[in-house]
């Protein structure tokens, strides 16, 4: 549904809030229907869970990650949110923001739908005990790119069990991205449960690994939610910069180097199976390894955004283990842009004549785990802001990478492209991302959303 917006919500009156809460399993989409109009979803912080009124005993079986945050000083060294990006500049979620509860996530065929929804949901609100913090806003881009004119999204696992197949190598196991399920070691993913004898535990279904306990996040997951403000007009500005030709824009050589850093063009190519031009037949094309093809990043540099997020058999051991260590770091990306773009088309030569860009463009990053540890947390600190990720040296993520960290005597990044006989290294990359708020949330399956109205 391409109409969405995502309210934030504190909640000022628990009683009242929960009456909310019992009408809200009704309203919210279930798994296992697919409304044609519109769509609700509802996800909860660990401040909410505490708020309306959890024991203590199963808020510690809740993950640290979730009860931590985002905003805490051992998350900002992990999460590397330095600079303008540190949460005390945040516009929400921060520590100098107004504590968010609930998140309400609107979705619609239509701008009027979405309206429509928008005003229905808001108008009960006040009447139920909840502020709205802020709500946040959602557009659709030209040919469902992000605003740096890319195709996003192309690369998402495929949920084994699901009508949908994949090759194998895409295939991950439920419980990667759903509590409740077996996950990719075999084993049920740790979920949050409820002891026996709690009043209307019974709501819930039984723990698989307790007799004696009411499992509360089956059907449920893990969500992390970050707004990501884009620099468009930095971005290509320092592309054009780099590959200036006599003192001209190479608008070819421009397009190229911004390819060889996401690792794929703007239609979705991607670069190790099209290291030089776009080739449209293979746009959107997501059936590629790199052991083979590119082992030594030739074509895809190792330092890309798309390599180091997903490295698929590329890790250091053969390629089925790698593949396998890969598919426990997966994410379920459901991201959304807001904002409007600089141009209709995105086009880079349009954006680069625009002399004075006006507004704020960005993506509201959001992705689903059931380990937020081992999955979203891993790959932002172990891959995507590792300077010496797979044998690089001096190099983080080059479009969302942070080199504001206070102990680097540079502000700026490094961006390598190996080539046979002398590699190319690009110097001074700024952060062309700002991280503008975000939290972990938990949304619960229906009969755990059940559960937290009763308690």
């Not at 260590?325 to 680069?352: F, W």
Request: net charge negative.
């Amino acid at each position: 549904m391409p109409a969405a917006e995502f309210v934030l919500l504190k909640i000022t009156d628990v009683i009242l809030a929960k009456q909310w809460l019992e009408l809200m399993p009704a309203q919210v989409t279930s798994g296992d229907e697919k409304r044609k109009n519109f769509a609700v979803n509802i996800a909860f912080t660990f401040d909410a869970l505490k708020v309306l009124g959890l024991s203590a005993e199963t808020l510690d079986t809740f993950p640290l990650e979730l009860e931590d945050g985002m905003t805490t000083s051992h998350k900002q060294l992990f999460l590397e949110d330095f600079g303008t990006s540190a949460s005390d500049y945040w516009e929400w979620g921060g520590p100098n923001n107004e504590p968010v509860h609930i998140l309400l996530m609107l979705y619609a065929v239509d701008i009027p739908m979405l309206q429509t929804l928008h005003q229905q949901q808001i108008a009960q609100l006040e009447e139920y005990g909840l502020d709205e913090i802020k709500t946040l806003d959602t557009s659709v881009l030209y040919e469902r790119k992000e605003h740096f004119g890319f195709q996003d999204g192309i690369s998402q696992p495929t949920i084994k069990g699901l009508s949908r197949q994949d090759v194998p190598e895409n295939m991950v196991s439920a419980g990667e991205f759903i509590l409740g399920y077996k996950n990719e070691y075999n084993q049920y993913t740790p979920s949050p449960v409820v002891a026996n004898g709690t009043v209307t535990a019974d709501i819930l279904p039984k723990s698989v690994d307790a007799d004696d306990k009411y499992d509360l996040g089956r059907n449920g997951s893990y969500m992390v939610f970050r707004q990501l403000k884009q620099d468009v007009g930095l971005f290509w500005k320092y592309m054009e910069k780099c590959t200036l030709k006599d003192g001209k824009c190479d608008e070819k050589e421009m397009v190229k180097l911004a390819a060889k850093m996401l690792g794929r063009w703007p239609g979705g190519s991607p670069v190790v199976m099209c290291p030089d031009d776009e080739v449209k037949e293979h746009n959107n094309e997501n059936n590629f390894d790199y052991r083979k093809a590119d082992e030594f990043g030739l074509r895809c540099p190792y330092a890309s955004h798309i390599r180091r997020s997903h490295p698929r058999d590329a890790l250091d051991t053969d390629r089925l283990t790698s593949i396998k260590v890969a598919n426990k770091h997966r994410l379920l990306r459901r991201g959304r842009s807001y904002g409007q773009p600089v141009t209709e088309t995105m086009n880079p030569m349009d954006i680069l004549k625009v002399q004075d860009i006006q507004g704020e463009r960005g993506l509201h990053f959001i992705c689903f785990n059931a380990d937020i540890g081992r999955q979203f947390e891993f790959i932002q600190n172990a891959w995507s802001n590792n300077p010496k990720f797979n044998g690089l040296h001096d190099e983080r993520d080059p479009i969302t990478g942070n080199h504001s960290h206070p102990l680097n005597e540079k502000k700026t990044g490094t961006f390598s492209i190996p080539e046979k006989e002398l590699r190319r290294r690009f110097t001074d990359v700024p952060e062309f991302v700002t991280v503008k708020g975000g939290s972990y949330f938990f949304m619960p399956g229906i009969k755990a959303l059940k559960y937290l109205a009763s308690i």
